[in-house]
């Protein structure tokens, strides 16, 4: 089955405590995002990646960090988590065609909350 | 700068309806437009793509249209039921950087039976 898959689903941590949120995709994709979800504010990118080794920031890559080693995974990592990077957090990965871009898949989405 | 704008923010119907839900976007140069439905605190999953080729995408009971010149889509949904009970989002590529996806804020459609 198509799938991306994100570990943990739910995360409550301490200011400053260095964490890891993993991505998996079994679909072959060359790119995969990350976005962060808050009320009133929709669907915003972080950081994304168009294959191995290349990462660019999205809209809200402050605080953030990700590394792209192998095709199938995108960690996003927050080396001093703040309060105000409570939310919910979501993996995305699309294949890289012609037409600059087709479906995009999600995965289940991680809420974490930092205290 | 890509804006997508969804209009109802919320719907209310009664079971068995005919419903449609509707996306605007501001730039028509777009590949393709998705449709998602995101239920309470869950991921994203994925209704339709319509390419930019397409005026016309159908699922089941859900059919999707678009018409790039006036830059809208619609999602109509037939005979709705309590299980479509869901936020339901729109999606257009494109935007500051490569594949991002720009989303509209939602439709919050609750069908009461």
């Known amino acids: 089955e198509a799938q991306v898959t994100q570990n943990p689903r739910y995360l409550i941590t301490v200011t400053g405590k260095k964490l890891t949120v993993t991505c998996s995709q079994n679909?072959?994709?060359?790119?995969m995002s990350w976005y962060r979800q808050d009320p009133g504010l929709g669907l915003r990118q972080i950081y994304y990646?168009?294959?191995?080794?290349?990462?660019d920031k999205g809209d809200v890559p402050e605080g953030y960090k990700v590394s792209r080693k192998e095709k199938r995974n995108f960690p996003l990592i927050l080396e001093s988590p703040s309060p105000n990077q409570t939310s919910l957090y979501f993996c995305?990965?699309?294949?890289?065609?012609?037409?600059?871009?087709?479906?995009?898949?999600f995965g289940q989405g991680t809420r974490l909350t930092v205290v | 700068k890509q804006e997508v704008t969804q209009i109802p923010a919320a719907l209310s119907v009664p079971e068995g309806e005919n419903l449609v839900l509707n996306c605007s976007f501001t730039?028509?140069?777009?590949?393709?437009l998705q449709w998602f439905r995101q239920d309470p605190g869950k991921g994203l999953t994925s209704l339709l793509l319509?390419?930019?080729?397409?005026r016309e995408q159908t699922s089941g009971r859900l059919n999707a249209s678009l018409d790039k010149s006036s830059g809208r889509s619609t999602l109509y949904i037939a005979a709705s039921q309590p299980g479509d009970s869901a936020t339901y989002l729109c999606?257009?590529?494109?935007?500051?950087?490569?594949?991002?996806?720009?989303f509209g804020q939602g439709t919050i459609l609750t069908v009461h039976p």
């Open positions: 319509i390419q930019s080729s397409q």
């Open positions: 999606a257009v590529p494109g935007g500051t950087s490569y594949g991002k996806l720009t």
């Open positions: 990646s168009m294959n191995v080794e290349v990462t």
């Open positions: 730039d028509s140069a777009i590949y393709n």
């Open positions: 995305a990965s699309s294949s890289r065609q012609s037409t600059m871009n087709t479906e995009a898949f």
């Open positions: 679909m072959n994709h060359e790119y």
